[in-house]
């Protein structure tokens, strides 16, 4: 299915142009089957389970354009103020040159709360500790949203934030006109889309095949995520007996292909370094 299918619900040349720009043309297959089987479009609740890279995050930006078209505002709950920063600066590039003005709330940062409790935004992105405490102050301002989005909802099992988060929930789905959409890589617990009165939809594979596996002294043995294949593959590495200039050789052959990877770090001061590295040398 072709993203432009979304014209059908009334979305605008410039919304299509910005989704197609920034997604390509053609919908991945978890993200035609929500919006077919799970009738995205048609105010159900829902829950997405589904692994990293499926397209979760698009179909939480075409419910975002779909209620702000239909006259309605949304919010998106994120966990950490790290990932709520980054959604939120990429939603206000994408769509505040066509008119939707996109705030962010955190405990850091609560210059945009008034916005939000007046209910003058169009995507509001927050923390969920955060959006309990705006709940507190006045809650009328719910009666102009048309979807709330709850991205990482499995942080209900977190021992911490999930009692928190459960609350939060709890109130929420006692709005009846409110859509919620649940997304998560890790739900497994038939239990919880039940528990929000949401239609559950799974999807184990992955678009783009996934190796996982361990590189030593150049020889890479993995298993393939989607079809469970054991494979090794010698990489024309130099030998190096630092692990860390190791990996950093690993993602230089990679990106010769044409391949992504993402290097894990232990502190945060290690990946400055590690970056700082590979921005100089390639």
């Known amino acids: 299915m072709e993203i432009d299918f979304l014209r059908h619900f009334d979305f605008s040349k410039e919304q299509l142009s910005i989704l197609q720009s920034t997604y390509g043309n053609t919908l991945l297959p978890l993200q035609e089957r929500v919006i077919r089987e799970g009738k995205l479009f ?18 939480a930006e075409i419910l975002f354009l779909y209620h702000v078209t239909n006259g309605k505002n949304a919010v998106l709950l994120i966990p950490t103020k790290a990932l709520a920063n980054q959604r939120y600066l990429q939603l206000q590039r994408r769509y505040e040159k066509i008119g939707y003005h996109i705030v962010l709330s955190t405990r850091d940062h609560a210059y945009n709360d008034r916005d939000i409790l007046e209910g003058r935004f169009h995507m509001a992105v927050v923390i969920y500790e955060k959006f309990q405490s705006l709940l507190m102050m006045d809650d009328s301002f719910l ?19 999930g009692p928190d988060l459960e609350i939060l929930l709890t109130r929420l789905r006692e709005k009846d006109q409110l859509q919620i ?21 799974a999807d184990s594979e ?26 090794e593959e010698i990489l024309p590495l130099p030998e190096l007996n630092d692990e860390g200039e190791a990996m950093l050789e690993a993602a230089r052959y990679f990106a010769s292909k044409g391949e992504m990877t993402i290097l894990f770090w232990p502190r945060r001061d290690l990946c400055y370094t590690a970056a700082r590295k590979l921005a100089e040398r390639f």
């Open 181 to 201: 959409l649940g997304l998560s890589a890790m739900v497994s617990d038939p239990d919880v889309g039940t528990w929000l009165g949401a239609q559950t939809l």
């Open 42 to 59: 048609e105010g159900g609740r829902l829950l997405i389970r589904a692994p990293t890279s499926s397209g979760k995050t698009f179909l």
């Open 206 to 231: 992955r678009p783009v095949e996934l190796r996982q596996g361990v590189l030593c002294h150049n020889r890479f043995t993995y298993r393939e995520f989607n079809s469970g294949a054991q494979g």
């Open 143 to 161: 009666s102009s949203l048309g979807a709330c989005i709850v991205d990482e909802i499995h942080y209900l099992f977190d021992p911490e934030r």
